[in-house]
């Protein structure tokens, strides 16, 4: 069976339809079939003509009592009949489907589906679905699936194309999964699987369907991630790293003490740099749980053992500010930090290069630049990434490749649940800072819709009188570089000009040169800027404590994750702190992550409200998490199955099943699985 045609094969498909359906990731029969609808929708019982409800969609059943009349106005054809029950009579209209005259007779029984509404003085049901009597008794039962849909593709359409596919395939699709396998997890078979997540006889056998489908889903995720890191396990540590001189210098230098979970997450670092395996960890925190502290304590007893130290970060200007704050505290105690930057000039580069190979550098802060070809360490002991969501597996172990299997240190500002966390990241060992620093104030967050600029405006204006600082993320209308900066640069220009003119307003955005960027950033930390207005350039890691309001347009346009990773740039120091999330949306999950984000500012809490308002489609969601987008799994409520399918993964690539016969086609499937995925997940 090939389902691997294109979806131009279906009836209804053209080349403009089939254009549509690829933004949708739909190039294929497949992809139809496994394009699962994101709820059901119950048929609805019949009501009688008496109890209609005004503007909302009814379903009455009765017989046509007046044969029907076409009437022409201006270019349609509006068809009109009347039915009636035994309580009452309606009219109904068609529009422009004049051959409805001909099947509307007078003693015809039918059922109606549509809104009811009362126009030119009659109460009539306005283009309703016409459903044989007979059909819609068996049809009363059953769930009708509810697809994902863009512009352009109806809910007709979609639902269309997905039953011609599942003619299509008339139920010879392979079973990937071995039988053992189903039977011993009590899974439904493949076909039947697929034919009821979209025609479901019942709410069982829809959930039955469903079973199978999310086991299906992360039984393939586990074994993918598996055998990608299945060459990364326990290595023998080649580092002598018992020495550290500087370690409670460091601590009684800093102006504040670590939190416990500060202490705890550094104990457990120190541990497996000790130990006798590669330490392979990440550490997971909030933004502004002060995960830079931890990472430079690590530096520093790396290099009190004189080995070498490196940290990556994914932007310059994060990367100039980390180089800044571990100077800052490592300088005094005559550790030599260096920064390496693609903005350098050749000549900066070639002596960090060179300085770096003969050991004069302990530590090397920087951007991708510290993976180039050139970069070569004397003993590279430990390499760690910060904000690791924006980097690829490649780069990862670009840098890593850098010395003799150093120690991998990986921080994450992305806070998922422990469980979560322990699946997602495999073989790395989780620490978690699950405490924030005392004395942070709630940064007070509000939602309003764009009627209410003018008053932002004045409030802007009345923090930077009080000498505060305020960011501004301008939308990103489409995927598009260029529509991004104008509307950055255009937003600034109107806002400059709505504003007193002592305040200075500038823009940053992606396409600017390293260069620039730095100096907008410098500048605004040191306060010369009053109003930054950015894409999400500013997003990761950035630290101007002054600045404590942060405006959000178009906020719907952003998933929770990356809501509140903007957010965590303002709240950073003494000043109570704002966040303005402006919206004209009306969508409900727009308006639920508007409700959480004003109520909470919990990482953990958020992230869990993410992972489940996060539905299909929604393409800021994922990448700003940093987790793999699921089809039909839900991490949360099929946490059971994610741990089952995650344990059976294991077992399966233990005891090597996959080479066996009756594992050919799950085989396959992964493959086809992962060719898809793999560049999306950045483990
Ligand atoms: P993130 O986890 O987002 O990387 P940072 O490391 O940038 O957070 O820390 C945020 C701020 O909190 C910094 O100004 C840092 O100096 C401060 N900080 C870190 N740890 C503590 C602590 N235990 N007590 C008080 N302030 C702290
Ligand atoms: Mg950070």
Same mark, same amino acid.
């Given at each position: ?7 131009? $094969? +279906? #009836? /209804?498909?053209?080349?403009? @339809?089939? =254009? ?8 294929? *029969? %497949? ?79 039918? $059922? +109606? #589906? /549509?809104?009811?509404?009362? @126009?030119? =003085? ?8 016409? *459903? %044989? ?100 396990? %326990? ?449």
């Amino acid at each position: 069976m090939n389902t691997n045609l294109p979806v131009t $094969v +279906l #009836k /209804g498909v053209g080349d403009k @339809k089939s =254009n549509t359906l690829e933004k949708m990731g739909i190039k294929t *029969i %497949d992809n139809l079939l496994n394009y699962y609808p994101r709820d059901y929708e119950k048929n609805m019982p019949v009501n009688k003509i008496s109890d209609i409800k005004m503007n909302e969609v009814n379903v009455i059943e009765g017989i046509i009592c007046l044969n029907a009349q076409n009437i022409r106005k201006r270019n349609i054809v509006i068809t009109k009949t009347k039915i009636r029950d035994d309580t009452g009579e309606i009219f109904a209209i068609f529009f422009s489907q004049p051959y409805l005259k001909n099947k509307l007779k007078i003693g015809n029984r039918y $059922v +109606l #589906k /549509g809104k009811v509404q009362y @126009k030119y =003085n009659i109460i009539q049901i306005v283009s309703p679905e016409i *459903i %044989d009597v007979n059909n819609y008794k068996m049809r009363i039962n059953r769930l009708k699936p509810i697809y994902p849909l863009i512009k352009d593709v109806s809910m007709n359409f979609m639902t269309s194309i997905i039953q011609q596919s599942l003619n299509y395939t008339k139920d010879q699709l392979k079973d990937f999964l071995p039988d053992d396998i189903r039977n011993s997890y009590n899974l439904a078979e493949y076909n039947y699987a697929i034919n009821q997540i979209h025609n479901p006889d019942n709410n069982e056998s829809m959930e039955v369907a469903r079973k199978r489908l999310v086991f299906d889903e992360f039984l393939l995720f586990a074994l993918g991630l598996n055998l990608i890191k299945e060459h990364s396990t %326990d290595i023998p540590n080649n580092y002598n790293i018992d020495k550290s001189t500087n370690e409670k210098k460091l601590l009684d230098s800093l102006p504040y003490k670590l939190t416990n979970a500060q202490l705890k997450v550094w104990d457990e670092i120190k541990n497996d740099l000790q130990s006798s395996k590669t330490m392979n960890r990440v550490v997971q925190g909030d933004v502004g749980s002060g995960k830079t502290i931890i990472a430079a304590l690590a530096l520093t007893i790396v290099s009190d053992n004189d080995y070498q130290a490196c940290m990556m970060a994914p932007t310059e200007v994060l990367a100039k500010q980390h180089f800044e704050s571990v100077t800052k505290i490592l300088n005094p105690l005559g550790i030599n930090v260096e920064l390496l930057v693609g903005s350098m000039t050749k000549k900066q580069k070639e002596e960090t290069y060179e300085k770096l190979k003969n050991g004069e550098i302990n530590i090397l802060i920087g951007t991708h630049a510290v993976i180039q070809e050139k970069v070569e360490f004397k003993n590279l002991a430990l390499a760690i990434t910060d904000e690791q969501h924006r980097f690829g597996v490649k780069q990862r172990e670009n840098l890593s490749n850098k010395g003799n299997s150093p120690h991998i240190l990986v921080m994450s500002a992305t806070p998922i649940p422990r469980t979560l966390a322990l699946i997602v990241y495999g073989d790395m060992d989780v620490s978690i800072i699950d405490e924030m620093p005392p004395g942070r104030q709630k940064i007070e967050t509000y939602t309003v819709n764009t009627s209410y600029r003018e008053r932002i405006y004045s409030f802007i204006e009345a923090q930077i009188n009080s000498g505060r600082q305020v960011y501004i993320i301008c939308p990103m209308v489409e995927e598009s570089e260029t529509l991004e900066l104008e509307s950055v640069i255009s937003y600034t220009e109107k806002i400059r000009e709505k504003i007193s003119n002592k305040i200075k307003v500038e823009y940053i955005h992606g396409k600017m040169k390293a260069k620039d960027k730095n100096s907008i950033m410098e500048r605004f930390s040191n306060n010369e800027i009053d109003i930054l207005v950015s894409t999400t350039v500013i997003e990761v890691g950035v630290n101007v404590p002054n600045a404590t309001l942060m405006i959000i347009e178009n906020a719907e346009r952003f998933g929770l994750a990356g809501l509140h990773q903007l957010r965590g740039r303002v709240g950073r120091g003494k000043h109570q702190s704002y966040c303005v999330l402006i919206t004209d949306s009306k969508n409900n999950i727009t308006k639920k992550r508007m409700e959480i984000m004003c109520k909470y500012t919990d990482g953990f809490i958020i992230s869990e409200y993410d992972l489940k308002l996060r539905g299909p489609g929604d393409i800021f969601g994922f990448k700003q998490h940093g987790l793999p987008e699921f089809n039909i799994g839900d991490i949360f409520r099929d946490m059971d199955i994610l741990k089952e399918a995650n344990i059976l993964a294991k077992d399966i690539l233990e005891k090597e099943k996959l080479f066996q016969e009756e594992y050919k086609y799950l085989n396959k499937k992964i493959k086809k699985y992962f060719d898809k995925r793999i560049n999306q997940i950045s483990l």
